[in-house]
């Protein structure tokens, strides 16, 4: 059986010019492998292991950890995450180890990672085949829920005619997607 269990709910609020409010987005994929996607800020150690116990889970129980992108609000709690595997900017690191891929690594018969450049040119997505349908963990691909134009997530994208693709890309397979800053939400076709 599996499930997708959104940890802790992202959110991105710009105070200035120059500053930002944020936290990443952190989901928990329970299946044959337990995956992370996204480790959010450092100092949500606390609740990240508040949230897993909830789900009968200890950090050591985590298989994969997938960091969609390196922004350190998505990455800053990789160290509770001691037994697992990290995918990331086209590789998978299991200790000092690293193999590469081109386009996509297979976790497991449901949930892989692909490659979806443009807010940085190493971002991944996470896609997973669940009972309702395709969910995709984009990460920063997609800011939140409100950001279906874009205008949001331009502003901070490294080379936004290849977010665009991703984007295009990731909402023909999707039927949900869990941004990197905010609720899922259902894609209309």
Same mark, same amino acid.
């Given at each position: 059986?599996?499930?997708?269990? @959104? ?28 995956? *992370?996607?996204?480790?959010?800020? #450092?100092?949500?150690? /606390?609740? @990240? ?12 129980? @985590?298989?994969?950890?997938? %960091? ?6 998505? *990455? ?10 990290? *995918?990331?900017?086209?590789? #998978? ?60 997530? /331009?502003?901070?994208?490294? %080379? ?12 023909? *397979?999707?039927?949900? @997607?869990?941004?990197?800053?905010? /609720?899922?939400?259902?894609?209309? /076709?």
């Amino acid at each position: 059986m599996m499930e997708i269990k @959104i940890l802790i709910e992202g959110y991105s609020e710009e105070i200035s010019e120059d500053k930002v409010e944020a936290e990443g987005t952190i989901t928990l994929v329970k299946s044959t492998k337990n995956t *992370i996607i996204d480790t959010g800020n #450092v100092g949500s150690a /606390k609740k @990240i292991i508040n949230e897993l116990s909830k789900e009968n889970l200890i950090p050591e129980d @985590i298989d994969f950890v997938v %960091n969609t992108h390196g922004d350190l609000d998505h *990455i800053g709690n990789n160290g509770l995450f001691v037994n697992a595997a990290f *995918i990331g900017f086209g590789s #998978v690191c299991r200790g000092d180890k690293f193999d590469f891929f081109d386009g996509e690594f297979v976790i497991n018969e449901n949930v892989k990672v692909v490659k979806t450049p443009g807010h940085s040119m190493l971002d991944v997505s996470v896609i997973i085949k669940t009972d309702k349908g395709i969910v995709v963990a984009a990460g920063d691909i997609f800011e939140n829920e409100k950001d279906q134009d874009g205008s949001k997530a /331009k502003k901070w994208s490294m %080379n936004w005619e290849k977010q665009l693709e991703s984007r295009k890309k990731l909402l023909e *397979i999707a039927d949900y @997607i869990i941004p990197g800053h905010g /609720k899922m939400f259902k894609v209309e /076709k």
